[in-house]
């Protein structure tokens, strides 16, 4: 069958997910703000509970065989997700794995190459509606190098953008984006050790500027966003850690600090010094 949407480009979202095939355990998610075109291909029907998947390959093998690899890790996905979000979000999810970098960047929004040469998956919508939860003709697209990734890093990619996917209904347009990534790998990635490089007795908060500034710094702000959520969750419990997410990032959403005294009860200070303790520790 055939899919079409109509595209409202002052409200399309996309969030995508960088790669790297020599270093894909290391991948780090990247979510960026752009128009994205509609695209259509052939549909096939996948179910997962009470979910309908539109797996959607844009032409050639190499397509097919990815979407059959994405359909043998929706389960485990949809699974995670469920279990940190909730149930209650989008029953149709749709999958389109592109044939060609040029069709992946038309899908995603357009702009320059470089900008989309580590991105392995987008997530986008061409209309959001936080406040009455709507989110329209949204779509996880497959750039054509995800082939490559391993069951495993596929799985992450997947999981991380089925969250945006099931959490873009309640996430505003003007959300600090560091929060949805760390939160998004939080519910994808294994927890692993902080690397002792990386650990500081005075880390400092992400930011939406660093995950727009290609390189070192990005990827590192994407681990530090990582380890942030994974700390939240650690020590105020992963319920809260989804409350903390609609705080900083729902409708009527306030600063990352202030949040954490409306829902953690703490103060900035006081949550900066335990974030702190847990990044050395």
């Known amino acids: 069958m055939l899919l079409a949407w109509v595209f409202v480009v002052e409200l399309a979202v996309a969030a995508a997910v960088p790669f ?7 991948a780090r998610p990247a979510e960026l703000i752009e128009p994205a075109r509609a695209s259509s291909g052939a549909a096939k029907p996948l179910v997962v509970g009470d979910r309908s998947i539109r797996l959607i390959s844009l032409g050639g093998p190499v397509a097919d065989r990815l979407l059959s ?31 060609s970098d040029e069709q992946f960047r038309t899908a995603a929004g357009g702009g320059p190459e470089s900008q989309w040469a580590d991105i392995a ?15 329209l003709g949204q779509r996880i697209v497959f750039a054509p190098g995800a082939a490559s990734l391993s069951e495993s890093a596929l799985r992450i990619v997947l999981t991380h953008e089925l969250f945006h996917y099931a959490a873009r209904a309640d996430t505003a ?5 560091w ?9 994808a990635r294994p927890s692993a050790p902080v690397p002792a490089e990386a650990r500081s007795a005075y880390p400092s908060l992400p930011s939406d500027i ?24 650690d020590t105020y419990g992963t319920p809260n850690l989804r409350a903390y997410y609609l705080a900083t990032s729902g409708v009527g959403h306030v600063d990352p600090l202030a949040a954490a005294h409306d829902v953690l009860g703490v103060d900035p200070a006081g949550l900066l010094a335990r974030w702190s303790q847990w990044m050395v520790g």
């Open 20 to 26: 790297d095939p020599a270093r894909e355990h290391q």
């Open 69 to 99: 690899r994405i359909a043998s890790n929706m389960g485990s996905a949809v699974e995670r997700v469920e279990a940190f979000w909730g149930v209650d979000w989008s029953r149709e999810i749709s999958v389109v794995a592109t044939a």
């Open 121 to 135: 998956a987008v997530t986008v919508a061409d209309q959001v509606d936080p406040a009455h939860r709507v989110a």
């Open 173 to 177: 347009m003007d959300a600090p984006r």
């Open 179 to 187: 929060v949805a990534e760390g939160v998004a790998d939080f519910v």
């Open 210 to 233: 660093e995950l727009d500034t290609p390189g070192p710094q990005r990827s590192l702000a994407y681990d530090r966003a990582w380890w942030f959520a994974r700390f939240v969750a």
